[in-house]
Structure formats: structure tokens, C-alpha cells
């Protein structure tokens, strides 16, 4: 289980987490969870996604706890354990990792910028981008950032784990960048410490694995990293091997 003590992370949880073991996920963004005090509560989770083994019942979970007198719902789901492994379900979180890796210089393929922007409108479908880095003698960048968590077989991670019309449009306007003579990264960051290899879920969505491979061909780069995960927070971690 990867729950040593790390050097800095790039994100630090604002609590001290606490265990349970979920009883339920509803409504999407609703998980409803049993405390190892005993006591029942529903917690928010962050991820709008399909969550594909990663929400069963009786999966240890753990919560980071807020003191915003404002907040209806004191707890947020933040990391399951799986068989010893901690596996990070708040898709918050890789946008704020990526971008404080790069601010300390952790990522090699996108050094040596000096301005990053976030969540920048661009595209011809009125999107936004997660981030845009910048200097002066050289074209943007345009980093698209993708939370995974998906692992079916040992050692490799995969995205996605449901259908995403919205990730196949994601890569029609990084390869549009591309094609225009900017620089067009799309970056897995994989919420798990137990893989060293990435590849897309073709049988789960062939539509994505096709646009992704197409952007590719158009100029458009794959990075993926994994993440050193703790209770206390989350760490970018080694990049992995990514098999198209």
C-alpha cells in the first residue's frame, strides 16, 4: 500500500482523512458511508464519472472533512482502498497536481514555460482548456488534464471508464492546436501508484480511442504519469509507459 511518507505533495488533503466503508453511491455525487465509529453519513463525491471499480459496497473509502460552516455536506469522498492500494476518486484534484508540478519544475515535457494560464477558453465548440502554458519565443501550449483510476488488469491503468462524447471532443480541438502550429498535450494523470503502463479503454469506448489516435497522428503528445498517493496528499509520480 503506498501510504509512506512523501516528500512535499503537490496537493495536500484540508483534513486529516477518515476511514469507512462505503454502503452506497446514489445520485452520482452522493455516497453514503459507514464510519469505523459506527456512525452513517452521506459524503459528497467529487466525480461525475462511471467511478467503473472503484464504488462497490463494502470498499474501505476515506473522507477529508470541511469546516465551511456553509457547506450542507460536511465530507467529501477523496481515496478508496482497493486490496492495499490507495486510489484517489476526486477529479478535482489532477487539474491543481499537474499544475503545481509544473510550477516546481517536476515535468520535464512541460518546463521551461514561464506563464500558466487555467481554464481558458478555446475551440471552435466553446470549450475551455485546463491549462495554457506560455513564453515568448516559442508557440502556447494547450494541456488538456485527465483523472484515471481505472485498472483491470495488474500494473496497467486505463481511460475511460465509461463513454465520453465530451473527452472525443476534448481531442478534435487539441489536435485543431496542433494543426495550427501550437503545442497540444493531453495528460493522464493516473490517481494510483500501482501501474507502469497506460492504454485507452477501446472496448469501453471505441469513439475516444478513436479521436485520441487520430489527434495523435495530427501532431497532438501523450503523457501520463502516475501519483504517489497518502492520507496526508498526492504526489505526481513516475511517468508510464502509454501504448496506443
Known amino acids: 500500500m503506498t501510504t509512506h511518507v512523501m516528500s512535499t505533495p503537490h496537493i495536500a488533503f484540508p483534513s486529516e482523512l477518515v476511514a469507512g466503508r462505503l454502503i452506497q453511491r446514489r445520485m452520482r455525487f452522493l455516497a453514503d ?23 462497490d459496497p463494502g470498499t474501505k473509502v476515506w473522507l477529508s472533512e470541511s469546516d465551511n460552516p456553509n457547506r450542507k455536506l460536511k465530507h467529501t469522498l477523496e481515496m478508496v482502498q482497493i486490496d492495499g492500494t490507495l486510489i484517489g476518486v476526486n477529479t478535482s484534484h489532477p487539474n491543481a497536481i499537474v499544475s503545481a508540478a509544473i510550477e516546481r519544475q517536476d515535468i520535464p515535457e512541460l518546463d521551461h514555460y514561464h506563464t500558466l494560464k487555467r481554464e481558458v477558453k478555446y475551440g471552435a465548440e466553446n470549450s475551455r482548456i ?16 485527465k483523472n484515471v483510476h481505472l485498472s483491470r488488469d495488474t500494473g496497467l491503468a486505463e481511460f475511460p471508464d465509461s463513454v465520453t462524447t465530451r ?6 480541438e487539441l489536435a485543431a492546436e496542433a494543426e495550427a502550429g501550437n503545442r497540444a498535450v493531453v495528460m493522464f494523470v493516473v490517481q494510483r501508484g500501482d501501474c507502469d503502463r497506460f492504454q485507452v479503454a477501446k472496448d469501453i469506448d ?11 497522428k495530427q501532431g497532438v503528445e501523450v503523457l501520463c504519469y502516475g501519483c504517489d498517493m497518502s492520507r496526508q496528499g498526492i504526489r505526481l509520480g513516475k511517468p508510464l509507459i502509454v501504448t496506443l
Open 130 to 145: 485546463d491549462l495554457v502554458l506560455e513564453r515568448d519565443d516559442r508557440p502556447p501550449c494547450f494541456v488538456e488534464v
Open 206 to 216: 471505441p469513439g475516444y480511442y478513436e479521436a485520441l489516435t487520430t489527434a495523435v
Open 33 to 55: 458511508v459507514r464510519l469505523e465509529s459506527d456512525e452513517t453519513l452521506t459524503a459528497h463525491v467529487p466525480n461525475s464519472g462511471a467511478m467503473l471499480g472503484v464504488k
Open 167 to 172: 473527452g472525443a471532443k476534448h481531442m478534435r
